[in-house]
């Protein structure tokens, strides 16, 4: 049977208890060799209290002194870490995330950490790596920002170029039109989308809080996701239990219209989307399953991410948002969302949300 893995090999206070213990004895032995051998070579008179007094006074001096000394070398051992430590958090302090502590190379196999010293080293690089790559993500919205509200703008320039011409029919002229109408209206989504994102990611508490019938919300985002693709032939099997949750129902309708919107978009015309609902201890359980492409297992980890498409395919249909708005809403909510797919066929989206 494999043996449980404790948290510490030994606790810090522990190991410096058992430390000062043992430097204190071998201190004392120490002092007491260093008094007493002396005495018995070079004393030849006859022991009295005065003498036991001053020979217990001196090996309590030099004890204390060889002690101390002991003790003041030893405490390089945490001494040492605290100021590498120290000087990694200042670089961190001032930007500089790839910085790590080194915690050595000599693990211990049968306990997570060596001692709380050891565990706030590993902390710190967590702390770091976090950090580093949240400035990688911020660095990465600020590239994706530019790029998605460049395309639409360039596109736009292009068309209205076109329109400046004398040439055109009025045909030609309805269709640049139209597409600069297409593309004005997909930038306004976007900077909507941002807006949104913005708020919510500053948003620390959820201050509305209304009985909303689930179901009949769910209903109602199916029939509104149905006719904005009502050429696509989607068929919705769906099956709700009556469910009722005390929350915001405004951000709540945002999350069915984002998963809704999201299956029918990665599925393909005539394909069926199941939507099952039950009620669980303190809360709901909904899951959304599509018969589109599937998600890659390499994808599935960044799906939440701001910006992120899993397909080049279906840019035009979005701005990679819509999931990182719905899982920050479950997390203002008390809900949590998970995605299973098996990479090749089918995703399926499952939401809970629990009442505070």
Known sequence: MEKTKGKYMISLRTYFSIGAI?????SCLVSSALVLIPTVLFYHGEISLKLMVMICLAVCS??????GAALYLGSVYFVRPLEEMG?????????DFDVRVDRGANRVKNAEYMHELDELEANINLMAEELSGMDHMRKDFVSNVSHEMKTPVSSMMGFA???LEDDLSEEEEKEYLLMIYDESKRASNLCENMLKMSRLENQAMVTKHEDVRVDEQIRRSIIVVSEKYSGREIEFD??????????????????????IDNAVKYSGTGKRIHVFGENIEKGIFVAVEDEGIGIPLEKQKHIFDAFYQCEESHKGEGNGLGLSIVKRILELINGEIECVSDGS???KMIIKVYEK
């Open 22 to 26: 043992i430097t204190l004895c071998l």
């Open 62 to 67: 030099l004890t204390m002194v060889i002690g």
């Open 87 to 95: 000087k990694v958090v200042q670089k961190i302090s001032k930007g």
């Open 161 to 163: 170029e076109m329109l």
């Open 238 to 259: 769906v099956d709700l239990a009556p469910m009722q949750i005390k929350t915001d129902p405004d951000l709540l309708n945002q999350v069915w219209i984002n998963i």
């Open 345 to 347: 066929s089918g995703t």
